[in-house]
């Protein structure tokens, strides 16, 4: 019998452990390809969600503050898989769409939604420079919408409600586009970076509010999270995705407190890093990187 050569046997060892690593990596894809994965990056100071369907959709909403996102999508998403089917840009404000920069250049992207606001800023410029050189589907948001994503997965866009494009708008937080993900029983709204005004917007317009799961506005900043607004949503978690130290002294404790009082249970990205929720249409689970609270 003639046995391999080293050559060859290194080359047959490397074929096997890369034949187990894809094995490892199907496994790992298909574990939970009957449920919702939610995942909000620890990106510092700023905001990123990546939403992974039961029929394989990925939807990112916002990019963070830099390249962060690059390395947290590929960690969350196999090697094999390099297209994002929507991106959400909730509003320019470059701690939501820096690293979405990066993102459009590595991954394939089907569409993007955003809300057509304008904003003076080189970072934002250059976005729409990368979008429309990789010619990404561009959907301008200006009302309330119901989307159905998959059979039991709807998206609904709760703001804006009008036409941005023509405003004169000061405070680019107000433009955030809110939207609230329902999967069966389960159900996530995101609150980018909105602020009051916006909120008594939503509690006006009398729609579905309550969700289980809150990403709570502007890093659970003073000027978001009213009373009301929590009241109606009346959450079961609230995640707030937020720098550690950082110079706006986010969150603020008011808003931790009013929250705590409602019942929710609040986890931070700068204590807790990575948040992710696992959801089956019914129930879910809370998987956190950095286990510093007890829940």
Do not use: C
């Not at 690293?99 to 939604?113: P, W």
């Not at 009373?227 to 109606?232: A, N, S, V």
Request: no cysteine; net charge negative; proline share 3%.
């Amino acid at each position: 019998m003639n046995l391999p050569s080293k050559k060859n046997l290194r080359i047959i060892l490397a074929i096997a452990a890369l034949s187990g690593l894809l094995f490892l990596n199907f496994i790992s894809a298909n574990k939970n390809s009957d449920k919702l994965r939610v995942s909000f990056f620890n990106v510092g100071q700023g905001d990123s969600i990546f939403i992974q369907t039961a029929d394989k959709k990925d939807i990112l909403i916002d990019g963070g503050p830099d390249k962060t996102v690059i390395k947290k999508l590929g960690k969350a998403m196999p090697f094999w898989d390099r297209t994002i089917d929507l991106i959400i840009i909730t509003h320019p404000h470059s701690d939501h769409i820096s690293g979405l920069i990066e993102v459009i250049k590595r991954y394939k992207i089907k569409e993007i939604f955003y809300t057509g606001v304008s904003y003076n800023s080189e970072t934002y410029a250059e976005l729409l420079r990368q979008i429309e050189h990789n010619k990404i589907e561009l959907i301008e948001i200006n009302k309330q919408q119901e989307l159905t994503l998959s059979e039991n997965l709807k998206l609904k866009i709760l703001f804006p409600n009008e036409n941005l494009r023509e405003k004169n708008i000061e405070n680019l937080n107000n433009t955030s586009m809110v939207v609230k993900l329902i999967y069966n029983e389960n159900s996530f709204l995101f609150a980018a970076d909105a602020e009051y005004e916006v909120e008594q917007i939503l509690l006006e317009d009398e729609i579905g509010l309550s969700a289980d799961i809150l990403k709570v506005g502007h890093q659970g900043a003073s000027d978001s999270s009213s009373l009301e607004f929590l009241q109606k949503v009346a959450p079961q978690i609230a995640i707030i995705s937020v720098g550690a130290n950082n110079k706006f002294g986010h969150p603020s404790l008011r808003v931790i407190r009013r929250l705590e009082k409602l019942g929710a249970k609040v986890f931070r990205s700068d204590q807790n890093g990575d948040i992710k929720i696992i959801a089956n249409g019914e129930n879910y689970q809370i998987f956190i990187e950095n286990p510093t609270i007890e829940f």
